[in-house]
Nanobody, 124 residues
């Protein structure tokens, strides 16, 4: 079992920044590629960013490329999502997810573990 706990969400003005964190506990963190997904009201959960086990490979949704950065600290069993130039369309509940794989997976159905999410609100 892997437990994931997100933090760092909140209210920010358009153009602002937030840094989300996801702390993992349980089985070996380095065995898992890590993803961030988000879900806005009335919409499906969508892939945002992913990072491989080693941290050497990252992948982003087109909608966040150039604005968001995913990173991980395997010594701290934590994955981060730095979000810059936030827009109202970025408002959602952001979820951390883990998949027992070397490389990034973007399909939410393939994730092995999920956190409970952290709410990001962006005011215009």
């Amino acid at each position: 079992q892997v437990q994931l706990v997100e933090s760092g969400g909140g209210l920010v003005q358009a153009g602002g920044s937030l840094r989300l964190s996801c702390a993992a506990s349980g089985r070996s963190f380095v065995s898992y590629a890590m993803d961030w997904f988000r879900q806005a009201p009335g919409k499906e959960r969508e892939f945002v960013a992913g990072i491989s086990r080693s941290g050497g490979t990252t992948y982003y949704a087109d909608s966040v490329k150039g604005r968001f950065t995913i990173s991980r600290d395997n010594a701290k069993s934590t994955v981060y999502l730095q979000m810059n130039s936030l827009q109202p369309d970025d408002a959602a509940v952001y979820y951390c997810a883990a998949v027992n794989a070397v490389l990034v997976h973007t399909n939410p159905r393939l994730m092995d573990y999920w956190g409970k999410g952290t709410l990001v609100t962006v005011s215009s």
